[in-house]
């Protein structure tokens, strides 16, 4: 069945750096857009970034200039880079998969915690 695994998230200080990586299995990667989401407490879940199956690449305005969204389809993977963090930037990180051939996929979460 079609799995995605969210890792590298963790604890760090306001303006250190985190890469978080969503690695898929049991699908076809390369057809499927790829988004980057988070949800603080108490707050409903945010778009941070997302990449195109063409590679077309979008980002909320909070994160613009310091995250990077990639995708490496021989891995099955898609990372967030995330540079100049901000301890507004907490939250739990999901990936997520869409294709309009099927229906979308979410990974169970990465904790992000910024300290100021």
């Known amino acids: 069945q079609v799995q995605l695994v969210e890792s590298g998230g963790g604890l760090v200080q306001a303006g250190g750096s985190l890469r978080l990586s969503c690695a898929a299995s049991?699908?076809?990667?390369?057809?499927?857009?790829m988004g980057w989401y988070r949800q603080a407490p108490g707050k409903q879940r945010e778009l941070v970034a997302s990449?195109?199956?063409?590679?077309?690449?979008n980002y909320a305005d909070s994160v613009e200039g310091r995250f990077t969204i990639s995708r490496e389809n021989a891995k099955n993977t898609v990372y967030l880079q995330m540079d100049s963090l901000k301890p507004d930037d907490t939250a739990v990180y999901y990936c997520k998969a869409t294709s309009g051939l099927s229906r979308d996929y979410w990974g169970q979460g990465t904790q992000v915690t910024v300290s100021s």
């Open positions: 049991g699908m076809i990667f390369s057809i499927y857009d």
């Open positions: 990449i195109t199956r063409r590679g077309t690449t």
